[in-house]
């Protein structure tokens, strides 16, 4: 079973731009949920979204989207950019929304905002 | 205000040895906990999980404990071996995996020595 899929692995973007990322789930799993990673606050959730509805939301800027389409598939999408926004962006997929399930990580998109 | 803490940034320990990775948390609606464990430039694993209603849980050379008075689990790895070398993080969630996602500890960097 293919794992979870993040595209692109690296991205070099400017300040004031925006910016999409894409994430591929498990196969059969419905649940996709995204993190950030910095060094300062490490591992920080930013939205769920569970059969094309987003379910949970983190407390990021309004700047921070996404969406999941009816395969599962999910993108995020950052908008004007700040220097801040550098960061691992990660994916997670499971079966479940909720409930005592484990979520599975992809690689990561490595964003540095320039 | 970090709901999860893990206060030892960095533990070796010697091949073949015990080695024991703490975690605490302050929100008690937390039900849910997890370990994974993440090498550079890949996600995370997922390595164990416990819910709130069992104090134990066994894997293999893996184990986690719950301690819910003290709002402390830690993770146990016997024998440890050079392979487990790597970051692990901690991860708890409310209502099994509500309104906020994994909440993430900052992760305890664990070195092997030979």
């Known amino acids: 079973k293919a794992g979870v899929t993040q595209t692109p692995r690296y991205l070099i973007k400017t300040r004031g731009q925006q910016v999409t990322l894409s994430c591929s789930p498990i196969?059969?799993?419905?649940?996709v949920s995204w993190y950030q990673q910095t060094p300062g606050q490490g591992l920080q959730f930013l939205f769920e979204?569970?059969?094309?509805?987003?379910?949970n939301k983190g407390n990021f800027p309004g700047r921070f989207s996404g969406r999941q389409f009816s395969n599962s598939r999910s993108e995020m999408n950052v908008s004007t950019l700040e220097l801040g926004d550098s960061a691992l962006y990660l994916c997670?997929?499971?079966?479940?929304?909720?409930?005592?399930?484990?979520?599975?990580f992809g690689q990561g998109t490595r964003l540095t905002v320039v | 205000d970090q709901q999860v803490k893990q206060n030892s940034p960095s533990l070796s320990v010697q091949e073949g040895r015990i080695s024991i990775l703490n975690c605490d948390y302050t929100n008690s609606m937390f039900d849910y906990f997890l370990w994974y464990k993440k090498y550079p430039a890949e996600g995370p694993t997922f390595l164990i999980s416990i819910s709130s209603i069992k104090d134990k849980n066994e894997d293999g050379r893996f184990t986690v404990f719950l301690n819910k008075s003290a709002k402390h689990l830690s993770l146990h790895i016997v024998p440890s071996q050079p392979g487990d070398s790597a970051v692990y993080f901690c991860?708890?969630?409310?209502?099994?995996?509500?309104?906020?996602?994994?909440?993430f500890g900052k992760g305890t960097h664990l070195i092997i020595q030979p």
């Open positions: 997670a997929s499971s079966s479940e929304s909720g409930g005592y399930t484990e979520a599975f």
């Open positions: 196969s059969g799993h419905r649940s």
């Open positions: 991860a708890a969630s409310a209502e099994g995996g509500g309104a906020d996602g994994l909440t």
């Open positions: 979204y569970f059969s094309e509805t987003q379910r």
